[in-house]
Every structure is written in C-alpha cells, then in structure tokens.
C-alpha cells in the first residue's frame, strides 16, 4: 500500500481503472478519473499560490466536490483543514484564524444557509480567497473557473508536486468537536493515516466492488478516512449522502445497491423504526461499522436478523488517534459487539491506567491510554496542550473510561469529564444510559451531573420514550424503574422527558447543551 494520500490515489487508478469510485446523483467518476480530476485540482492550488504545508479549508457537506477538492489540494502538498457544517460564522472563524488557512471551499446555499456570508464580516488575515464549489457566493471564486486557471499549469509539475509529498508530512488539521471547551486542531500526517485505514478497511472486511453510502460527515474522520479513503484502498463505490433522511435513505439502498452502511447506532435504530421500512429491499446490505455511543445487544441482533447484516463491527477511536484505536472482528458474538469496542487495532498498545498511571487489573476501570503510529503529531500551534495530551513516554491520554477483559477487549464506560461524584461515589453515566437504554423503555437516554446542596452532585437524566412506552412514562415511573434496577446512588434524582436530545453531527448527544438547559431549569 502507498505511504501518502495522492499516490493512494493514483495506485487505486492502476488498480481499479473503469471501476466506479464516486457516485453523487449525475456525477460519476471511476478511479482512474477522480485520479484525473484530483490531479487537475492541484494544478489549480498551484496556480492559486499554494505552497507545501499550507492550510486549505473545506466547508461543505458530503459532495464529490469536496473529496476533489481535497485530493487536489494534498496532491499539491496542502494540509485539508475540516470545518462543521453546523458551526455558525464565529465559530468557523475561529478555527480558519487558528489554522492559518489560506484557502477556504465552501458552498453559497446549504439547507437555508450561506456559508460564505456566514463569515463575511469577520476578521480572516491569512484568508486569501474563497472558492464556490456550488453556488455562486458574492466575492467566491467558482469551482469551475478556479479548476480553468490551473491549465495555466504543467501537468508535469502537478505530478512532480504529488510524488514529492512524503509519509511524514500533514496530511489534515480536524479541529476537536468543543464540547468541553475551544476546539483544538489534531495534526495527523499521510503515513499514520493509510497505515490506521488500510488495518481499519482490513478489520471490516470492506472489499472491491462494495457500494458504501457515506451518511458519516466529510468533516470527521469516519466519513472521510474511514468513508471515501478507504473506498479508495479497497476499490469500493463511495456514494455521499447529502442529510440523514430516512425515507431517502431506505429508497437510496435498493435503488443504488448499498452493501456498507456504517453510522451511530441512532441510524440503525431509526432505520427499524420506520414504518414504511418494509417497502423497501434491503438485502443489499452487509456491512455494518457502529460506535460512537452504546449499542444494545438486542440492536445487533435485529440488524442481522431484520436488516439483513452480515457483518457487524463496533469500534472506539478519537481524533487525536486518527480517529482509530480498537475494533471488534467479524466474527465476534452479538453480546460482545454490542458490550465493548473491541480490542487494539495490530500495532498499537492500549493500557487502563489509574491516577498515577499505573495499569489497573483486568475488569477494573481506568483511563484508556493509547502508543503507537496512530497517535497525532500533537495539537496545532499548542504545545502546552499537546504536552498534556501526550505524555514523555508516547502515551496518548484519551480522558475516556474503559474496562479491558481478559482477551483485551474495552468496554467504554464514560468520559473522565462526564463523570460525577455522588456523596463520594463515582457515577458513570454511560453505564447508567445503557443500564435503561436495555429496559426497551426508552429510544434515548442523556444522564449527567448537577449540583445538590446535599450530595455534591446527583443524576439528571434526559430520556426520550419509545413508542410503545410514550403514554405512560413520567418522571416518577422513570425514577421508580431505577430504583428497582440500579444501586441506589446510580438512580437520577431528576428527570426530564423530551421528544429528541441536542445532537452534533455524528449523532452524539451534546452533554454541554444539556447542562445548560439543567442549568436554567427549576430544582
């Protein structure tokens, strides 16, 4: 396997040539043409000014655009920059100041919103341009007319570019989501990245020919590393899906033949849970990658008996790893899928560590620690950050909460940070979320921590009914099914029944909008 992202992708156009590798609506691009176009793209960074280890950012949801546009910038040596699609003007300011990004492709218009005018007033030095890749923003560039200035260009010299971009080199800049304060970029460089995804594209038994719809955004790394680079590893059809709609979502599997359908468990669940999913074929499908949040045994189960999955596989990883860390096999049992996130991925060391750093025994709860070529160059242009990230031994110290078994296996059981101390003891709440997500209850479950004047902190649990339970939960039915199934000091002492959780974009409930809402809410 190649050792940078822009000789992957011309490896994948000797290896793949006619083969489809991007499908999005009318546009289709075999592995030898994306090749081509990401060539042509760099040309027209190279034209535009960019020099190696300059900063590009792209803002835009999942479109073919965006994987041309950043083939082409890291064939001219450029480092991809992600930014949300749900951040607001201030937010994405902050990250293209701190990034130094020079270049920044975005959209005009995207579900209401213009994103070029979402920044037009703040304050952007380095920004020399704004590129259109749809729509026509006032004061952008059109992708087209950006991609006509690098014919101006030698091809050789694209080429020259590409083949000079080394293993070691930036590859991407993905800014931690901040939900536990400013966002922080994670520097990870080509080598770590193919190495991470040609063991994570192994692992899932992803394959040539596989059509895999990308719901995972762009901007994170499990819908581009572990979404179209890999396709580009394996030979497999990336075809990118815009929002997650449901019904769409259902039409697009028979209708496109999607055999990968990686996401959060809340896609599968939603999936299930639709009434009209039975109009719709899905023996297509056979391949299933989840994590991200807890994963009911009886979920796994129903995948592969309703959706027809053969292959299942839960994993753990967070940006600082390059988004990879441990995995489950193909042939784990259901209860071990759905109970842990697997074990290491082949070359990389995982630990749980108490306070002083000391491994912990098997079956006891400590911090995952992670070593190896996985592990990030360090957060960009914050070496007191970095220095507490990464300690002098290598260790990456993630802040999650796990307990590894006896074949080394992690089962996650909270953030370090989401941990509360109730009258002196320690509270999980990802351990009491799944304790009642499994009462077949609920949809969704949210547990944190508030202040009490008595206790220090108690539960506060946010939960979502299921529709067979809609009518007859309340507070106090929620707070009694505790009682009688968890230890005392595990039981919320609030309750709050909602409709939906505030969610980013991956799916994950964002605890730091539930703390406001608890926070504002009568005792």
């Keep these: 396997m190649e050792q940078t992202i822009p000789r992957l992708v011309q490896g994948a156009a000797q290896r793949y040539r006619s083969l489809s590798a991007l499908e999005d609506g009318d546009v289709q691009f075999d592995f030898s043409s994306l090749a081509a176009a990401g060539l042509g793209a760099a040309r027209a960074f190279i034209a535009a000014g960019l020099v190696p280890g300059d900063r590009v950012g792209i803002w835009a949801p999942n479109i073919h655009e965006w994987v041309v546009a950043a083939i082409g910038l890291q064939n001219a040596g450029g480092v991809l920059v992600t930014l949300n699609t749900r951040m607001k003007g201030p937010e994405a300011a902050y990250i293209l100041r701190k990034s130094g990004t020079r270049w920044l492709c975005t959209l005009g218009d995207f579900l209401g919103v213009d994103y070029a005018r979402e920044i037009a007033g703040e304050d952007l030095p380095e920004l020399q341009s704004i590129i259109a890749l749809r729509g026509k923003p006032e004061g952008a560039i059109p992708w087209r007319e950006f991609l006509a200035r690098g014919e101006t260009v030698d091809e050789a010299e694209a080429q020259a570019r590409l083949e000079a971009v080394g293993p070691d080199d930036l590859s991407d800049l993905i800014f931690t989501s901040g939900t536990t304060g400013r966002p922080k970029g994670v520097m990870t460089a080509h080598g770590q990245n193919i190495r ?17 719809l990308i719901i995972n955004p762009f901007f994170h790394s499990f819908g581009y590393k572990a979404g179209w680079l890999a396709c580009l590893m394996r030979g497999a059809t990336a075809l990118p899906q815009l929002t997650f709609d449901i019904p769409e979502v259902l039409a697009r599997i028979g209708r496109d033949r999607i055999s990968v359908l990686p996401g959060p468990p809340t896609i599968y669940q939603s999936i299930l849970a639709h009434p009209e999913r039975g109009d719709h074929d899905l023996s297509c499908l056979r391949l299933a990658v989840t994590g991200a949040a807890p994963t009911p045994v009886e979920l796994i189960r129903r995948m592969r008996d309703e959706l027809g999955f053969d292959t299942i596989i839960t994993g753990y990883g967070l940006t600082e790893s390059c988004g990879i860390v441990s995995m489950c096999r193909f042939d784990d049992d259901p209860e071990t899928i759905a109970t842990t996130s697997g074990r290491a991925i082949p070359n990389i060391e995982v630990r749980c560590v108490d306070e002083a750093g000391k491994e912990v025994p098997r079956g006891k709860p400590g911090e995952v620690i992670v070593r190896g070529y996985n592990v990030m160059r360090g957060y960009f242009d914050d070496p007191g950050e970095t220095g507490k990230a990464i300690d002098n031994d290598g260790w990456l110290h993630t802040g999650d909460v796990a307990e590894m078994d006896e074949r080394g296996y992690l089962r996650i059981t909270d953030r370090i940070k989401d941990m509360y101390i109730m009258g002196g003891l320690n509270c999980y709440p990802a351990e009491i979320e799944k304790m009642m997500y499994d009462s077949g209850l609920f949809a969704q479950v949210a547990v944190i921590g508030v202040p009490d004047p008595r206790m220090g902190e108690v539960g506060m649990a946010f939960v979502v009914p299921a529709p067979e339970s809609a009518s ?12 009688e199934n968890m230890a005392n000091y595990k039981v919320p002492r609030r309750v709050e029944i909602v409709s939906a959780l505030p969610a980013n974009a991956m799916g994950k409930v964002t605890k730091f909008e539930l703390r406001k809402r608890a926070a504002n809410a009568p005792a």
Aim: glycine share 10%; hydrophobic share 35%; net charge negative.
């Design 196 to 212: 991470g995804f040609e063991a994570w594209s192994e692992v899932v038994g992803l394959r040539e020919g596989d059509r895999y």
């Design 472 to 483: 007859s939960l309340s507070p106090e039915s929620v707070t009694a099914w505790c009682r």
